[in-house]
T-cell receptor, first 118, second 113 residues
Framework: DADVTQTPRNRITKTGKRIMLECSQTKGHDRMYWYRQDPGLGLRLIYYSFDVKDINKGEISDGYSVSRQAQAKFSLSLESAIPNQTALYFC?????????????????FGPGTRLTVL | QQQVKQSPQSLIVQKGGISIINCAYENTAFDYFPWYQQFPGKGPALLIAIRPDVSEKKEGRFTISFNKSAKQFSLHIMDSQPGDSATYFCAAKGAYNFNKFYFGSGTKLNVKP
């Protein structure tokens, strides 16, 4: 979906290096997410943010950090990359329903970043 | 602990056949169950979704069947086509403390011509 962009699309790095993956969206959504995808494990949530001042850990946040620089930008950092962080990383966005108790918001995913840590 | 369990991991179906993918969940706080479709090199995209107040939802060749008492839901693809070959993810979401998505492990569907 061109409304959610990720950079870079592919990245090869070495163990111990710090890297940043960036996500931008033009959908005007307030919620943003970072997932990693591994074969046989599906999508696992790393971090999520419900607005600029709200950052929450997901299932697998160890070794990662995030920054919500603006409503439209959400960056994921690997402080010291290790080989088992080799995966496909997706950013996603959604909009809080006007009835905050409802949970039917659709997530829109970016095209993904393929990260290889040697 | 995996919140949503999906099976099978892979599926091969002949063109025109029916593809069936199953998911199960434990948490009764979930109240929204989407299916996402992912083509190679692309991000997942919403295909169809259901809330537990109905037992079935149909959109074209795609149908979700929902069994609230068994805490199971499934995706049926009728008249499967080679263009349906993709990876499919089920997911679940709830309100309050569970107001984020939990995804199944994915099913890679291959529809043979």
């Amino acid at each position: 979906d061109a409304d959610v962009t990720q950079t870079p699309r592919n990245r090869i790095t070495k163990t111990g290096k710090r890297i940043m993956l960036e996500c931008s969206q033009t959908k005007g959504h307030d919620r943003m997410y970072w997932y990693r995808q591994d074969p046989g494990l599906g999508l696992r949530l790393i971090y999520y943010s419900f607005d600029v001042k709200d950052i929450n850990k997901g299932e697998i946040s160890d070794g990662y950090s995030v920054s919500r620089q603006a409503q439209a930008k959400f960056s994921l950092s690997l402080e010291s990359a290790i080989p088992n962080q080799t995966a496909l990383y997706f950013c996603a966005t959604s909009q809080t329903h006007r009835d905050r108790d409802r949970s039917t918001d659709t997530q829109y995913f970016g095209p993904g970043t393929r990260l290889t840590v040697l | 602990q995996q919140q949503v369990k999906q099976s099978p991991q892979s599926l091969i179906v002949q063109k025109g056949g029916i593809s069936i993918i199953n998911c199960a969940y434990e948490n009764t706080a979930f109240d929204y169950f989407p299916w996402y479709q992912q083509f190679p090199g692309k991000g997942p995209a919403l295909l169809i979704a259901i809330r537990p107040d109905v037992s079935e939802k149909k959109e074209g060749r795609f149908t979700i069947s929902f069994n609230k008492s068994a805490k199971q839901f499934s995706l049926h693809i009728m008249d499967s086509q080679p263009g349906d070959s993709a990876t499919y993810f089920c997911a679940a979401k709830g309100a309050y403390n569970f107001n984020k998505f939990y995804f199944g492990s994915g099913t890679k569907l291959n529809v043979k011509p």
